[in-house]
């Protein structure tokens, strides 16, 4: 079992830098891939970046790639987005999510633990 809060979410203007982290409680946090999503309202939630286990291999969805930064470290059980250059397309329910078995999916059914989502909104 894994509980997982994220944090690290707010108000801030167009062009403005974020950073999310999500800490991770219970057994193994080095064992399990994590990857934050992200809901827009009346859209789906959608992928918006992976690392492996061990930090090794990292995946970004195009939206985000070259703007945002996915690390974590697991002696402090915690993976962390750090976001730049925010776009009000950028506004949402971030959530952090683990899974045993899939490294980068984007697929939000291969995660087996969902964090309750911090809300980022950017004005433009």
């Known amino acids: 079992q894994v509980q997982l809060v994220e944090s690290g979410g707010g108000l801030v203007q167009a062009g403005d830098s974020l950073r999310l982290s999500c800490a991770a409680s219970?057994?193994?946090?080095?064992?399990?891939?994590m990857s934050w999503f992200r809901q827009a309202p009346g859209k789906e939630r959608e992928f918006v970046a992976g690392?492996?286990?061990?930090?090794?291999?990292?995946y970004y969805a195009e939206p985000v790639k070259g703007r945002s930064t996915i690390s974590r470290d697991n002696a402090k059980n915690t993976v962390s987005l750090q976001m730049n250059s925010l776009k009000p397309e950028d506004t949402a329910v971030y959530y952090c999510?683990?899974?045993?078995?899939?490294?980068?999916?984007?697929?939000?059914?291969?995660?087996?633990?969902w964090g309750q989502g911090t809300q980022v909104t950017v004005s433009s």
């Open positions: 999510a683990a899974s045993i078995l899939f490294s980068g999916s984007s697929n939000s059914r291969d995660y087996d633990y």
């Open positions: 219970g057994r193994a946090f080095n064992r399990y891939d």
């Open positions: 690392i492996s286990n061990n930090g090794g291999r990292t």
